[in-house]
């Protein structure tokens, strides 16, 4: 059965900075893999789909990458602003279900 | 599209009474997922359907819980007697899986209290 880990659970840094956000999973016969944005009291935003011949997509200032022989997915959002304040989910899809990580909660200091 | 529509957006029910969430898919979308999302256990994937026919439904919780989908435009997931530990926000998201699953859409969710 699919895992999703996703570490750190929590990051706070300061405006400008280029960051990573990991995510792992444990079913490599995974179809796809797909990032999520998540405001407090909202629904979630999709921000970027993997699919599984694929190793990176980029959109805007991010850019996400799969690695399945690792089990590993990330996301890296360049430059950081304060609205790039959120919980960052990803998700794995195999068998047609998608399986969600617990999340990074991302905050950006101006 | 209008995206993924739920319905209600909030629910405030007693304990024992039935609740009803709605779903409403991306037209063309042949998959849809039910989710809970709390605190503590995060998203957690409830049932989901592939050409209205339900694939996986290991993580309803208990018999208190179903789902169906009638048709390819309207599903529903139902609590019946509702618990307050069933408090929570309810997702309902849509894709299309044919040999791989497109981009999944998630609707605003029903934030559910059962008091």
């Known amino acids: 059965k699919q895992e999703v880990t996703q570490i750190p659970a929590a990051l706070s840094v300061p405006e400008g900075e280029n960051l990573v956000l990991n995510c792992s999973f444990t079913d490599s016969a995974i179809y796809n893999l797909q990032w999520f944005r998540q405001d407090p009291g909202k629904g979630l935003t999709s921000l970027l789909l993997?699919?599984?011949?694929?190793r990176e997509q980029t959109s805007g200032r991010l850019n996400a990458s799969l690695d399945k022989s690792s089990g590993r997915s990330t996301l890296y959002i360049a430059a950081s602003q304060p609205g790039d304040s959120a919980t960052y989910l990803c998700a794995g899809g195999s068998q047609g279900n998608l399986i969600f990580g617990k999340g990074t909660k991302l905050s950006v200091k101006p | 599209d209008a995206g993924v529509i739920q319905s209600p957006r909030h629910e405030v029910t007693e304990m024992g009474q039935e609740v009803t969430l709605r779903c409403k898919p991306i037209?063309?979308?042949?998959?849809l997922f039910w989710y809970r999302q709390t605190m503590m256990r995060g998203l957690e994937l409830l049932i989901y359907f592939n050409n209205n026919v339900p694939i996986d439904d290991s993580g309803m919780p208990e018999d208190r819980f179903s789902a169906k989908m009638p048709n390819a435009s309207f599903s529903t997931l139902k609590i019946q007697p509702s618990e307050p530990r069933d408090s929570a926000v309810y997702f309902c998201?849509?894709?299309?899986?044919?040999?791989?699953?497109?981009?999944?859409?998630f609707g605003q969710g029903t934030r559910l209290t059962v008091v």
């Open positions: 998201a849509s894709s299309f899986f044919g040999t791989q699953n497109t981009e999944a859409f």
């Open positions: 993997i699919q599984s011949s694929q």
């Open positions: 037209s063309g979308h042949n998959s």
